[in-house]
T-cell receptor
Framework: DGGITQSPKYLFRKEGQNVTLSCEQN?????MYWYRQDPGQGLRLIYY???????QKGDIAEGYSVSREKKESFPLTVTSAQKNPTAFYLC?????????????FGSGTQLSVL | QKEVEQNSGPLSVPEGAIASLNCTYS??????FFWYRQYSGKSPELIMS????GDKEDGRFTAQLNKASQYVSLLIRDSQPSDSATYLC??????????FGSGTRLQVQP
């Protein structure tokens, strides 16, 4: 089955620790995205990537980093510089940014601070 | 001013009634409009898209767009308890990735 796989489902971060959220897709989509969702709020864009080896900052990129070494993979690292990382993180993909009508979402990762 | 404004709700309607969800936006350059449904703890899923002024119907769902008033709405006829979810108004301004509203929580009472 084609889709997007995010792991882990739940993640806990200690003070000063970097953690990496995994996102893999087998839809052959060029564009991939990372969103953050806080309770009662909409999705805010962290980073997006249109093609391999290219990515752009979204609205709330500070304290986060990404890489796009393979078309299928777009991992997100939450660094220690992100002082309020507790949130629901969603990875998504689409055929391209220009035709981003339908986003396909992963099941999300809930990140909490210990 | 937020780019996308939605009433957070909850909007409570009885089973079988029409639920009306509303959204206003600030960017007149917005070209495409979408409604995503998100169940609690789950990821959003696309349920409707609309690109031109007027109504677009798909089963029990009708999307309405008025670009002059910068207003988009979603009507759900014959509401069911399974429709209880948060509905996100989403725009494509043509600049980059989609812009999401904060969502309206709908509760359909059996």
């Amino acid at each position: 089955d084609g889709g997007i796989t995010q792991s882990p489902k739940y993640l806990f971060r200690k003070e000063g620790q970097n953690v990496t959220l995994s996102c893999e897709q087998n839809l052959n989509h060029d564009a991939m995205y990372w969103y953050r969702q806080d309770p009662g709020q909409g999705l805010r864009l962290i980073y997006y990537s249109q093609i391999v080896n290219d990515f752009q900052k979204g609205d709330i990129a500070e304290g986060y980093s990404v890489s796009r070494e393979k078309k299928e993979s777009f991992p997100l690292t939450v660094t220690s510089a992100q002082k309020n990382p507790t949130a629901f993180y969603l990875c998504a993909s689409s055929m391209s940014v220009a035709t981003n009508e339908k986003l396909f979402f992963g099941s999300g990762t809930q990140l909490s601070v210990l | 001013q937020k780019e996308v404004e939605q009433n957070s709700g909850p909007l409570s309607v009885p089973e079988g009634a029409i639920a009306s969800l509303n959204c206003t936006y600030s960017d007149r350059g917005s070209q495409s409009f979408f409604w995503y449904r998100q169940y609690s703890g789950k990821s959003p899923e696309l349920i409707m898209s609309i690109y031109s002024n007027g109504d677009k119907e798909d089963g029990r769902f009708t999307a309405q767009l008025n670009k002059a008033s910068q207003y988009v709405s979603l009507l759900i006829r014959d509401s069911q308890p399974s429709d209880s979810a948060t509905y996100l108004c989403v725009l494509d301004t043509g600049r980059r990735a989609l812009t999401f509203g904060s969502g309206t929580r709908l509760q359909v009472q059996p």
